[in-house]
C-alpha cells in the first residue's frame, strides 16, 4: 500500500510539473528518484523536515497528535514512519514523558492530581522526521534490542546486542494462588518464566483489580495522597507461545518495587515504563527467568532469595 502511495504521489508530482514547465527544469524543493526494480518511488522533501508545534498538547492529546504527524508525513518518506521511530530520534520527548512521573513532580514541589492535563509537547518546540539514514539506524537498532527480567533479581534489563542501556527496578508476582473474578478461576499468580516477544501495546489502558473486576479511576500513593490514574502504555508480552495477560505496566506505588508482590505482573515506576515502551516495538523479544546465582555490579557471586521456593521444589 505505501509503495502505491509514494508512486501515485510522484506520478501527481511529474505530471504537474509537465503541466507547469514541459521543459521539466531542476526543482529545488525535492529530489525525485525512481527505483524500478522493487517498483519503489522516494520523494525526499528534503529530509529531515522539522515540525514547529504550534499549540501545545497535553498527554491527555499527545496520541492522537502524534498519529496525525504519521499519517501526514508517512507517504513522503522511503521508509515507514511510526510512532516509535519518531519519538525515538526525538529523544526530548522521551525525557518529558518521564518527568510527569508523580514522583518526580513531587520531588519538585508539585502535586499533580490529573497526569492527563500535564504538557508534554510544548508550543514552539519542534518535532524531526529523520532523514532515510537515520530513520534506518534507528530500525536497526530496533531490530537489536532485547528486554531481560531476573524474576528473583527484581530487575528489567533492555540490551541492545550485548550492550547494556537500561536497568530497572520491578516488582513481580506473588508466591500465591487465588481466585480472580477477571478470569473466573483460581489463578497462580507467579510471574512466568521462558522466552517469547512484545505482541500489544495499549496507549489507554483501562485499571480493573482483577480480584473483583471493577475497574478504578483514582489510586492512593505512597504519600496517601489520591490522584487520578496515569496515562500510560501496558506492554502485553507473549512467553512461549502463550498469553497469560501478563504485562509490563507502571505501578503508583514504587514502595513496592523490589517484591513479590502483583498478580502476575511485571510493575516499574511510572518513567521507566515510558522508556521500555518506546524502546520495545511489537516483536521485541523477551526472556523472562529465575537466575538465583548471579554476578553482581562488584564482580561478586551472590545467591538471590528463592521467592518462589522453587530450588526447595527440586
Known amino acids: 500500500m505505501k509503495s502505491l502511495a509514494i508512486f501515485l504521489n510522484v506520478f501527481l508530482v511529474i505530471t504537474l510539473l509537465i503541466a507547469v514547465n514541459p521543459g521539466c527544469p531542476k526543482v529545488e524543493n525535492f529530489q525525485l528518484s525512481l527505483n524500478l526494480l522493487n517498483c519503489r518511488a522516494l520523494v525526499n522533501y528534503n529530509l529531515p523536515i522539522s515540525i514547529k508545534i504550534q499549540k501545545s498538547v497535553n498527554l491527555e492529546n499527545y496520541f492522537e497528535y502524534l498519529d496525525s504527524i504519521v ?12 510512532e516509535h521511530l519518531l519519538v525515538k530520534a526525538n529523544h526530548w520527548i522521551i525525557d518529558t514523558l518521564q518527568n510527569t512521573d508523580y514522583y518526580r513532580m513531587m520531588a519538585r514541589d508539585s502535586f499533580v492530581y490529573n497526569q492527563k492535563k500535564l504538557i508534554v509537547l ?13 530513520a534506518k539506524n534507528i530500525l536497526n537498532s530496533f531490530e537489536k534490542i532485547r528486554i531481560d527480567v531476573n524474576i528473583p533479581e527484581f530487575k528489567l534489563r533492555i540490551f541492545e546486542d550485548s550492550i547494556q542501556l537500561y536497568e530497572f527496578p520491578i ?12 478470569s ?17 501495546h495499549n496507549r489507554n489502558p483501562r485499571y480493573v483489580n482483577p480480584l473483583n473486576n471493577h475497574e478504578y479511576f483514582v489510586t492512593k500513593r505512597d504519600d496517601d495522597r489520591v490522584t487520578k490514574l496515569p496515562q500510560i502504555p501496558f506492554v502485553e508480552t507473549e512467553i512461549n507461545g502463550l498469553r497469560y495477560g501478563q504485562l509490563i505496566h507502571p505501578t503508583t506505588n ?10 502476575g505482573c511485571i510493575g516499574t515506576t511510572e ?28 564482580g561478586d557471586s551472590i545467591s538471590l532469595e528463592d521467592i518462589y521456593g522453587y530450588k526447595m521444589k527440586k
Not at 499519517?71 to 511510526?82: F, P
Not at 514504587?254 to 498478580?263: C, D, I, V
Open 71 to 82: 499519517i501526514k508525513y508517512d507517504s513522503l518518506t522511503a521508509y515507514n514512519l511510526s
Open 254 to 263: 514504587p514502595e513496592t518495587l523490589g517484591k513479590a508482590y502483583s498478580n
Open 171 to 182: 516488582r513481580v508476582g506473588r508466591n500465591e494462588k487465588k481466585y480472580l473474578k477477571m
Open 271 to 298: 518513567a521507566d515504563a515510558w522508556i521500555i515502551y518506546y524502546y520495545t516495538p511489537l516483536g521485541t523479544q523477551v526472556r523472562i527467568r529465575y537466575d538465583l546465582d548471579i554476578i553482581n555490579k562488584a
Open 122 to 134: 510544548p508550543k514552539g518546540n519542534t518535532i524531526v522526521i529523520p532523514d532515510s539514514i537515520k
Open 184 to 200: 473466573g478461576r483460581i489463578q497462580d499468580l507467579k510471574t512466568k518464566t521462558g522466552e517469547g516477544s512484545i505482541v500489544r
